[in-house]
């Protein structure tokens, strides 16, 4: 961290130094006394007397200062050298103090946001950046507001560009995102019907994503998805940076062509510089190609060459249950994308379950979809039409809303054999005695619904 006083960030957090110097250094800032080291500011972010016990445990610690409530009138301990820094809200000013902290680093910093393809996303556009910079990127798909301080504050010098992912389970969670990262490139990667729940409609769905444009300054860039309807439907009007626009159908900056897919994942071309490029992804499906695409454009706005683009893409590493392919009993194929689940993922995981199955047994296992709200039903049998559509020989189906996914494929087809099963220990058992050798088995659903145990159950000795 850049040399910081007392002083300067008091100002910073609009409060008032009661003990200590002004010119006290500050090395950094945290809000868990635990995680206190030597040199940092504390935040009393709790308050009260458990407020005390952390505030003790943080000096301890090595903390050179605290930051309090304005009402609090007695310090937990004597210390003349210790930096007190009274505020309205400790909270808020622990925000402040996370939006300087980010301020402190100039380096080109990605914000991805979208319904589904995020965390692929952002892993992907690392896996570029690696090539030639060091890169500092979210943690997992640990991408809600309070995961955020934990994800700047790990910025040092040495970093060379940032890339961080932006969710949301509530109104006001990607802009307010937005707003602390200041992307210069932020990516949409799709608006589907996912988290309709908690936000009460679709419209507001679309509201929600169009949040990362408080972020983005007006000589940034926005990179959308050309063919998804529901982006088309985010208001742009007000953006004055660049949009850059990838796809597959409409016309788009890029564009990718020639799709084909093998055992080991997808190749397709883009068009760069006036030349067919040949790009490899080791994973699969339709969708993948769209994640990679986005992470091209912000490859492209930030000047790699194609050489880094197909070095990085190449070695892009799946992130854990999605599309993980393993070895299960009866010598079949387990396809392990439980991670999570909406509509818009489950048809993608359907799709690729289809070209995987190539002639062999395909099986779609599959959980309920949480957070769907009144369209639950619907969004349901909407997948099951799917499955249905793309010829999937076998649906076994596991939970109370997930047996509307049966029921909407039993209306779209006549041949497909369905399943459905309240628990999952009833599934794993009927699969055990009656799962086709060498078929290929997709294993689906909400993060909530715990699918990964099929595959667990499943898996080969």
């Given at each position: 961290m850049p040399r910081v006083t007392a002083g300067s960030l008091c100002e910073v957090l609009g409060g008032s130094l009661k003990n200590g110097k002004a010119s006290t250094a500050i090395k950094g800032i945290m809000c868990r006394c635990t995680k206190v080291i030597p040199g940092l500011l504390y935040f009393d972010v709790k308050g009260g007397k458990g407020g005390?016990?952390?505030?003790?445990?943080?000096?301890?610690?090595?903390?050179?200062?605290?930051?309090?409530?304005?009402?609090?009138?007695?310090?937990p301990f004597e210390d003349e050298g210790m930096v007190v820094i009274s505020v309205p809200?400790?909270?808020?000013?622990?925000?402040?103090?996370?939006?300087?902290?980010?301020?402190?680093?100039?380096?080109?910093?990605?914000?991805?946001?979208?319904?589904?393809?995020?965390?692929t996303t952002k892993e992907m556009i690392t896996s570029i950046f690696r090539r030639k910079w060091k890169v500092l990127k979210t943690v997992g798909n640990m991408n809600l507001p309070d995961f955020l301080p934990s994800h700047i504050l790990r910025l040092k010098w040495g970093y060379q560009a940032a890339v961080f992912e932006i969710g949301m389970n509530r109104p006001g969670h990607i802009g307010k995102q937005a707003r602390i990262v200041r992307p210069k490139v932020g990516v949409i990667?799709?608006?589907?019907?996912?988290?309709?729940?908690?936000?009460?409609s679709f419209?507001?769905?679309?509201?929600?994503?169009?949040?990362?444009?408080?972020?983005?300054?007006?000589?940034?860039y926005l990179v959308l998805n050309a063919d998804d309807p529901g982006t088309a439907k985010i208001d742009k009007s007000g953006f004055k940076?660049?949009?850059?626009?990838?796809?597959?159908?409409?016309?788009a900056d890029f564009m990718a062509g020639d799709i084909v897919y093998s055992e080991k994942g997808t190749s397709f071309t883009v068009n760069l510089d006036n030349q067919e490029c040949q790009f490899f992804i080791p994973t699969f499906g339709k969708h993948n190609v769209y994640n990679a695409l986005a992470a091209i454009a912000v490859a492209r706005n930030c000047k790699f060459n194609v050489k880094s683009i197909q070095q990085g893409l190449a070695k892009y590493?799946?992130?854990?249950?999605?599309?993980?392919?393993?070895?299960g009993i009866n010598n079949c194929t387990l396809i392990n994308d439980t991670y999570n689940a909406n509509p818009d993922s489950m048809e993608a995981g359907l799709e690729v379950l289809s070209?995987?199955?190539?002639?062999?047994?395909?099986?779609?296992?599959?959980?309920?979809?949480?957070?769907?709200?009144?369209?639950?039903?619907?969004?349901?049998?909407?997948?099951?039409?799917?499955?249905?559509?793309?010829?999937?020989?076998?649906?076994?189906?596991v939970g109370g809303l997930a047996k509307e996914i049966a029921n909407g494929a039993a209306k779209t087809s006549k041949s497909m054999k369905i399943w459905s099963f309240a628990w999952k220990k009833q599934a794993v058992a009927f699969l055990k005695a009656n799962l086709p050798k060498d078929s290929v088995v997709l294993i689906k659903g909400s993060r909530g619904a715990y699918m990964e145990q099929l595959v667990t159950s499943l898996k080969a000795n």
């Amino acid at each position: 961290m850049p040399r910081v006083t007392a002083g300067s960030l008091c100002e910073v957090l609009g409060g008032s130094l009661k003990n200590g110097k002004a010119s006290t250094a500050i090395k950094g800032i945290m809000c868990r006394c635990t995680k206190v080291i030597p040199g940092l500011l504390y935040f009393d972010v709790k308050g009260g007397k458990g407020g005390d016990l952390n505030i003790l445990e943080a000096v301890k610690n090595g903390a050179v200062g605290v930051v309090v409530s304005k009402h609090k009138r007695v310090m937990p301990f004597e210390d003349e050298g210790m930096v007190v820094i009274s505020v309205p809200k400790v909270k808020d000013a622990f925000w402040r103090a996370v939006s300087f902290y980010r301020d402190l680093y100039d380096i080109p910093v990605i914000g991805v946001t979208g319904t589904s393809g995020k965390t692929t996303t952002k892993e992907m556009i690392t896996s570029i950046f690696r090539r030639k910079w060091k890169v500092l990127k979210t943690v997992g798909n640990m991408n809600l507001p309070d995961f955020l301080p934990s994800h700047i504050l790990r910025l040092k010098w040495g970093y060379q560009a940032a890339v961080f992912e932006i969710g949301m389970n509530r109104p006001g969670h990607i802009g307010k995102q937005a707003r602390i990262v200041r992307p210069k490139v932020g990516v949409i990667t799709h608006v589907g019907p996912g988290h309709v729940g908690p936000l009460g409609s679709f419209e507001n769905v679309i509201l929600e994503k169009a949040g990362i444009l408080e972020g983005v300054p007006d000589d940034g860039y926005l990179v959308l998805n050309a063919d998804d309807p529901g982006t088309a439907k985010i208001d742009k009007s007000g953006f004055k940076g660049k949009i850059v626009y990838y796809g597959l159908e409409n016309k788009a900056d890029f564009m990718a062509g020639d799709i084909v897919y093998s055992e080991k994942g997808t190749s397709f071309t883009v068009n760069l510089d006036n030349q067919e490029c040949q790009f490899f992804i080791p994973t699969f499906g339709k969708h993948n190609v769209y994640n990679a695409l986005a992470a091209i454009a912000v490859a492209r706005n930030c000047k790699f060459n194609v050489k880094s683009i197909q070095q990085g893409l190449a070695k892009y590493r799946k992130p854990h249950m999605r599309l993980q392919i393993s070895k299960g009993i009866n010598n079949c194929t387990l396809i392990n994308d439980t991670y999570n689940a909406n509509p818009d993922s489950m048809e993608a995981g359907l799709e690729v379950l289809s070209t995987m199955a190539k002639g062999k047994t395909s099986i779609a296992v599959l959980g309920n979809m949480l957070e769907q709200g009144p369209d639950a039903p619907k969004n349901h049998r909407r997948v099951g039409k799917k499955a249905a559509e793309v010829k999937i020989n076998w649906l076994v189906t596991v939970g109370g809303l997930a047996k509307e996914i049966a029921n909407g494929a039993a209306k779209t087809s006549k041949s497909m054999k369905i399943w459905s099963f309240a628990w999952k220990k009833q599934a794993v058992a009927f699969l055990k005695a009656n799962l086709p050798k060498d078929s290929v088995v997709l294993i689906k659903g909400s993060r909530g619904a715990y699918m990964e145990q099929l595959v667990t159950s499943l898996k080969a000795n």
